[in-house]
């Protein structure tokens, strides 16, 4: 109950902000600068007497930020991916797996998962060498069948649908760039996906509407299930089984919404996800702003009873997917191209490229040898983009991943900026994780 989460909450804070003062020069001399000792915290809110962090204050103090050496043995280099800009590095402990797990296994019990459910993997595993013709492992403690998204032609795709179709899995646990390609080459072929799927855990890139009107159309029997979280791990949300909104896990972290004045955000207001972690210890990150962009949801839901803070909408990366117009500081977001519609029937993998601004290349990988006629697609975005962008439409037999094997919607290498200052709208995927 609330009271509960509060006592936990409260004794989480307190340790993680008396490890802080005591082992780091960064949080030892910051609390003194506001007049504020570890002790001072009665509630979570007294956590606000502190001082945001964010990206820029990790690059730039993280020796003065260690609890212990980086030469320690439990202690673990982590990158971000580097897809919705420059990568940041930072240290943990590995004894963060079994919470992590621990906690992301208990969303996923929302829509039916058992410890030995069988999995189908397609999440940027990398698999050096086929066995017998197929880039496949299989972890037999997990019960795990890994697919490689790094080798997705249609032979590939071929195999790994009639592999799965063999060992039924339970669940799909998917990038959503992976689980479109599989559905709508399975579309294309005339394929089906194994009967047994009840769920598709999906994590680790924007969901966006047209993915999701795919999913119900073409696989409207599997439930698309998708959560929150990042690599700092700092805070964890999942989405209700009974309502639209997403629970905030609380034993995870402590999860603030936070306006750009930094005041807190009520429900119904849009603001920056930031968040106090409790399940490491090597890199205390207290009051990390995520530049995720959420709107602030109550703190009871009357659906299920869950009495944890909630957010009606987690809209990711401001300024991640915009294309450039040719005045360098007009952007366009993909919510305004309507991609939800037949336009990529047969493609089973798509990306805007952009280096120069006003100038746009769309690359498609299509399901068969028969894709969509390409005059066809140019017409389909001229009215939306000639007044800002020139597009160029092209078939490719592949687009490059990131080294997670993960597929952005926009390889965007100009610069996302407004020389007005006013931030840019965010483009509103569903959700985004990053590791």
């Avoid at 992976?178 to 924007?206: C, D, Q, T, W, Y």
């Avoid at 402590?254 to 090597?282: C, M, R, W």
């Avoid at 702003?289 to 909630?310: L, P, Y």
């Avoid at 690359?363 to 140019?378: C, H, M, S, W």
């Amino acid at each position: 109950d609330a009271e509960r989460i509060r006592e936990y909450q409260v004794a989480e804070l307190r340790r993680v902000l008396t490890l802080a003062y005591e082992k780091t020069e960064y949080y030892r001399q910051t609390f003194r600068s506001v007049g504020f000792q570890p002790g001072d915290l009665k509630s979570p809110e007294d956590l606000q007497r502190l001082p945001t962090i964010d990206k820029v204050s990790v690059r730039e103090n993280w020796e003065r930020m260690l609890t212990r050496p980086i030469t320690d043995s439990s202690v673990d280099l982590v990158t971000t991916g580097g897809t919705s800009g420059e990568p940041m590095r930072f240290y943990m402990g590995s004894s963060r797996h079994a919470p992590e797990f621990g906690h992301l296994t208990n969303c996923w019990s929302r829509v039916g998962y058992q410890p030995g459910d069988v999995f189908a993997v397609l999440r940027g595993r990398v698999i050096a060498k086929p066995t017998d013709g197929m880039y496949y492992q299989y972890d037999p403690l997990f019960r795990y069948h890994y697919y490689s998204t790094f080798h997705m032609s249609p032979d590939d795709l071929r195999k790994y649908l009639a592999h799965m179709n063999r060992v039924q899995p339970k669940f799909l646990h998917v990038y959503p760039s992976s689980l479109f390609a599989l559905v709508e080459f399975a579309a294309a072929e005339g394929l089906g996906l194994p009967k047994s799927i009840r769920a598709a855990l999906l994590e680790s890139e924007p969901l966006f509407p047209h993915q999701r009107a795919l999913f119900k159309s073409k696989i409207p029997g599997v439930h698309i299930f998708t959560s929150y979280g990042h690599s700092e791990k700092l805070v964890m949300a999942a989405p209700c089984e009974k309502s639209d909104e997403y629970h905030v896990v609380p034993t995870y972290g402590y999860a603030e919404v936070l306006k750009e004045n930094g005041q807190p955000s009520a429900d119904g207001e849009n603001g920056e996800s930031t968040g106090t972690g409790f399940i490491h210890d090597v890199m205390p990150l207290i009051r990390y702003r995520t530049k995720d962009s959420v709107t602030r949801g109550g703190n009871k839901c009357e659906a299920c009873g869950r009495q944890h803070m909630m957010l009606k909408a987690i809209e990711g990366w401001r300024g991640q997917q915009f294309l450039v117009a040719r005045d360098g500081h007009t952007l366009v977001s993909m919510t305004a191209l309507n991609l939800h519609d037949d336009t990529f029937d047969g493609i089973t993998r798509f990306q805007f490229q952009q280096s120069v601004p006003g100038k746009v290349v769309l690359k498609l990988v299509p399901a068969n040898a028969g894709g969509k006629e390409l005059a066809r697609i140019q017409r389909h975005f001229a009215p939306k983009l000639a007044h800002a962008v020139d597009l160029d439409v092209q078939y490719v037999s592949e687009i490059p991943l990131t080294r997670m094997g993960k597929q952005p919607l926009i390889d965007q290498r100009c610069p996302i900026g407004n020389p007005t200052g006013q931030p840019a709208e965010s483009v509103q995927p569903e959700h985004v994780t990053v590791e």
